[in-house]
T-cell receptor, first 110, second 112 residues
Framework: GQQVMQIPQYQHVQEGEDFTTYCNSS?????IQWYKQRPGGHPVFLIQ?????EVKKQKRLTFQFGEAKKNSSLHITATQTTDVGTYFC??????????FGKGTKLSVKP | KAGVTQTPRYLIKTRGQQVTLSCSPI?????VSWYQQTPGQGLQFLFE???????NKGNFPGRFSGRQFSNSRSEMNVSTLELGDSALYLC???????????FGPGTRLTVL
């Protein structure tokens, strides 16, 4: 079935370093959403990308949608301890269901 | 607006028992989805209800079922529990501008 691959699975960084997570699909996507789940918490919606090549920024977070609309990335500049958590992408499946990537777990060492 | 609420927050059951989880969506949201979250499999979609009708279903056995009431509140039932059903069960309602999911705090189910 349709799926979205997310890499890396884990990322450990020193505070102040940058971080990037990637989502890849074998099919062209109508849109892609990103969520963040803090440890012990629940996923919280961050952003949705719709247009080919779209780039959106939220403070230190930069979200990008590939030109072919088959991949997306989330980049965090100068990580802080508050960025700790798991970042998920999700897409709409062909049957209208939401498909989440496995997530990238980010840990930040102060 | 109040967020999505789920009850109970924690549950311990034994194999073979059944369990019912409850979810109240954000007021005005008519779509409710259920997810199972485990360390190994991540977030997996169970089913979605909209206006009391199941609109989408994930790839889970028939032991997992759900329903939605006229006030949009939803319940999820798991019968004949197995050890592998131990997980965090998340409910989400949608209705924002991006049709994004608003998740509840989840129910942590442990099957012994």
């Amino acid at each position: 079935g349709q799926q979205v691959m997310q890499i890396p699975q884990y990322q450990h960084v020193q505070e102040g370093e940058d971080f990037t997570t990637y989502c890849n699909s074998s099919t062209t996507l109508s849109n892609i959403q990103w969520y963040k789940q803090r440890p012990g918490g629940h996923p919280v919606f961050l952003i949705q990308l719709v247009k080919s090549g779209e780039v959106k920024k939220q403070k230190r977070l930069t979200f990008q949608f590939g030109e072919a609309k088959k991949n997306s990335s989330l980049h965090i500049t100068a990580t802080q301890t508050t960025d700790v958590g798991t970042y998920f992408c999700n897409i709409w499946g062909s049957q209208g269901n939401l498909i989440f990537g496995k997530g990238t777990k980010l840990s930040v060492k102060p | 607006k109040a967020g999505v609420t789920q009850t109970p927050r924690y549950l311990i059951k034994t194999r073979g028992q059944q369990v019912t989880l409850s979810c109240s969506p954000i007021s005005g949201h008519r779509s409710v989805s259920w997810y199972q979250q485990t360390p190994g499999q991540g977030l997996q979609f169970l089913f979605e209800y909209f206006s009391e009708t199941q609109r989408n279903k994930g790839n889970f056995p028939g032991r997992f079922s759900g329903r939605q009431f006229s006030n949009s509140r939803s319940e999820m039932n798991v019968s004949t529990l197995e050890l592998g059903d131990s997980a965090l069960y998340l409910c989400a309602s949608s209705g924002g501008p991006y049709n994004e999911q608003f998740f509840g705090p989840g129910t942590r189910l442990t099957v012994l």
